[in-house]
């Protein structure tokens, strides 16, 4: 038996598995999982095994709050492009990396935080992560991950990464996933935290692309920030956006 396969091929029955899920969800009610700590950091810092290994072991420290996944996750942070593990996992929608979308996933979890001491480096983690926006792909995820206690805590990095993003899109810079969606879903995000900032920053970024796909995406703010602010948005959505948009707009607007 390999050791990742010890790791991450075998429940805490013993039992093999193909469903590594099974393994690192099962720990959220298997204090047993303590055990297998000091392998997974051997194994994701060993540059022998292979990188697909070594990511899973990340992601399964990370979700099981350990100081080592999310120290993993902020130097994979550091330096993207030059993560041991960087293009292993390949989006099917862009053909680009979305390893740091599944760590976003990791990271978001505060399950076992609290009992570990680890919650100040989790929001550490994910304010890395954040800040990497407006140049890695999350797969439409960040503006659904993080609760609203991190929200809270990251609205100044969103604020600048969003800003930064807006400023590449106004210029022409080129990238190879739609980046004026993934800052609106950032936007979105923030909407059900504080619907004023919220909005600002979603037509921020819809003053310079507003393309039918973020305007799409766009469409939650109108729920999310509630109040004056929201209903606004949703009438400049109406004029700009297409049928579809439209018919969502008007069935937010009637449910706030």
């Not at 393994?23 to 055990?35: K, M, N, S, W």
């Not at 099981?64 to 492009?81: C, I, K, S």
């Not at 990497?132 to 993080?146: H, I, N, T, V």
């Not at 993003?165 to 980046?179: D, Q």
Request: hydrophobic share 40%; proline share 4%.
């Amino acid at each position: 038996m390999t050791r990742f396969s010890e790791l991450l091929g075998t429940d805490f029955d013993g039992e093999p598995t193909s469903d590594i899920d099974d393994v690192i969800y099962g720990a959220f009610d298997e204090p047993g999982h303590r055990d297998r700590v000091p392998g997974l950091v051997e194994l994701m810092n060993d540059p022998a095994e292979p990188e697909i290994e070594r990511f899973l072991a990340c992601v399964a420290l990370t979700y099981w709050g350990e100081a080592a996944g999310y120290e993993a996750v902020l130097r994979a942070a550091a330096d993207p492009r030059n993560t041991p593990w960087y293009d292993f996992s390949i989006d099917r929608k862009f053909s680009v990396d979305s390893t740091f979308a599944q760590l976003a996933d990791a990271v978001a979890d505060r399950d076992l935080t609290e009992e570990k001491g680890t919650e100040a480096l989790r929001l550490e983690a994910a304010r890395a992560l954040v800040r990497l926006a407006d140049s890695e792909y999350f797969e439409d995820k960040l503006g659904e991950l993080f609760d609203s206690a991190t929200m809270l805590a990251l609205l100044d990095d969103i604020k600048e990464v969003v800003g930064r993003g807006v400023r590449s899109l106004a210029a022409g810079e080129k990238y190879r996933f739609e980046l004026s969606t993934q800052l609106v879903d950032l936007a979105s995000g923030v909407s059900a935290v504080d619907g004023p900032l919220g909005v600002e920053l979603a037509m921020s970024v819809l003053n310079v692309a507003s393309h039918p796909r973020a305007l799409n995406h766009a469409v939650p703010v109108v729920g999310r920030a509630k109040g004056p602010e929201g209903r606004q948005f949703g009438e400049y959505l109406m004029s700009v956006g297409d049928e579809k948009v439209q018919q969502q707009v008007r069935e937010t607007l009637n449910e706030v």
